[in-house]
């Protein structure tokens, strides 16, 4: 189980000089711990741009530097080195790429001086694999809303997780703590509101479950939170009942999140993933 990842994920050091902010450092680092989490490895992409220009370099675009016969011919060979990796290591999970790249951008690139929508040059050659950007794929830290109170509701819970653990997202899953009413007194009370809070404020995404006649009250909240954090709200409603022509079940709930109807929809909504 492997991942193909563009060689600055690993090492800042090949992209060109003063580009790497410390947003970028810390969504590098994700990367590695997420693949560190769930026993990945992390196999480097060669470097076109540092084997064709060296280090230290300024940045530039592909049509400024890159557009010559030697690079293409280089780009060729390297191609090669990685279908052969592939026909030896099998299919990667996905290839991670980072985005603005001249070579590895994912759904960006400096072609010219502007940027433009589309893939690096490098990774355009491997459009039948998944291919991802870095900062998508360091976002895997999912908080998981839902009412808790019933054995029923704890079991669906601990499914869910597991479905999303298999989809390797690290999952908070509140009735883990130790969340019950045998323990709920008063001092244990606020402790479970500020482990609730401090997992909610490290989430990237929040997800939410909303069946029932109402949304349960604690799930409501959670999710409008994330929401107001700007974090990405996905709401799972299996249950086939709705309140208007328009509305599943709450107008405020559903504007401010992905609303999926299955398991399999949620799935699909977060993995980008060729999953074994």
């Given at each position: 189980?492997?991942?193909?990842?563009?060689?600055?994920?690993?090492?800042?050091?090949?992209?060109?000089?003063?580009?790497?902010?410390?947003?970028?450092?810390?969504v590098f680092l994700r990367c590695r711990k997420r693949c560190e989490e769930f026993g990945i490895e992390l196999v480097?992409?060669?470097?076109?741009?540092?084997?064709?220009?060296?280090?230290?370099?300024?940045?530039?675009?592909?049509?400024?530097?890159?557009?010559?016969?030697?690079?293409?011919?280089?780009?060729?060979?390297?191609?090669?080195?990685?279908?052969?990796?592939?026909?030896?290591?099998?299919?990667?999970?996905?290839?991670?790429?980072?985005?603005?790249?001249?070579?590895?951008?994912?759904?960006?690139?400096?072609?010219?001086?502007?940027?433009?929508?589309?893939?690096?040059?490098?990774?355009?050659?491997?459009?039948?694999?998944?291919?991802v950007d870095a900062r998508v794929f360091a976002r895997y830290r999912i908080y998981l809303a839902s009412p808790l109170?019933?054995?029923?509701?704890?079991?669906?819970?601990?499914?869910?997780?597991?479905?999303?653990?298999?989809?390797?997202?690290?999952?908070?899953?509140?009735?883990?703590?130790?969340?019950?009413?045998?323990?709920?007194?008063?001092?244990?009370?606020?402790?479970?509101?500020?482990?609730?809070?401090?997992?909610?404020?490290?989430?990237?995404?929040?997800?939410?479950?909303?069946?029932?006649?109402?949304?349960?009250?604690?799930?409501?909240?959670?999710m409008g939170y994330a929401f107001a954090c700007g974090k990405r709200v996905i709401a799972l409603r299996t249950d086939?009942?709705?309140?208007?022509?328009?509305?599943?079940?709450?107008?405020?709930?559903?504007?401010?999140?992905?609303?999926?109807?299955?398991?399999?929809?949620?799935?699909?909504?977060?993995?980008?993933?060729?999953?074994?």
């Amino acid at each position: 189980m492997f991942i193909l990842a563009s060689p600055c994920v690993l090492n800042e050091n090949l992209r060109a000089d003063g580009i790497t902010t410390d947003e970028d450092r810390e969504v590098f680092l994700r990367c590695r711990k997420r693949c560190e989490e769930f026993g990945i490895e992390l196999v480097p992409l060669p470097c076109p741009e540092t084997l064709y220009l060296g280090t230290p370099r300024p940045p530039g675009s592909f049509s400024e530097r890159l557009d010559t016969p030697e690079f293409s011919a280089l780009l060729d060979r390297l191609e090669q080195e990685v279908r052969d990796i592939i026909s030896v290591k099998g299919e990667p999970l996905c290839i991670l790429g980072v985005n603005s790249s001249p070579t590895c951008g994912v759904t960006t690139t400096y072609f010219t001086n502007e940027k433009s929508a589309g893939p690096g040059v490098f990774l355009k050659r491997f459009s039948g694999f998944p291919v991802v950007d870095a900062r998508v794929f360091a976002r895997y830290r999912i908080y998981l809303a839902s009412p808790l109170f019933s054995e029923g509701e704890r079991r669906y819970n601990t499914y869910l997780a597991e479905v999303l653990r298999k989809n390797f997202f690290s999952v908070y899953l509140p009735q883990e703590f130790d969340d019950t009413a045998e323990v709920r007194g008063n001092d244990r009370e606020r402790t479970i509101y500020d482990k609730n809070l401090s997992e909610l404020k490290k989430a990237d995404i929040v997800v939410g479950v909303i069946d029932g006649s109402d949304v349960d009250s604690g799930t409501s909240w959670e999710m409008g939170y994330a929401f107001a954090c700007g974090k990405r709200v996905i709401a799972l409603r299996t249950d086939f009942r709705r309140l208007s022509g328009n509305e599943r079940v709450n107008l405020m709930l559903e504007s401010g999140a992905e609303v999926v109807s299955s398991v399999d929809e949620l799935r699909s909504a977060l993995s980008f993933l060729k999953l074994p």
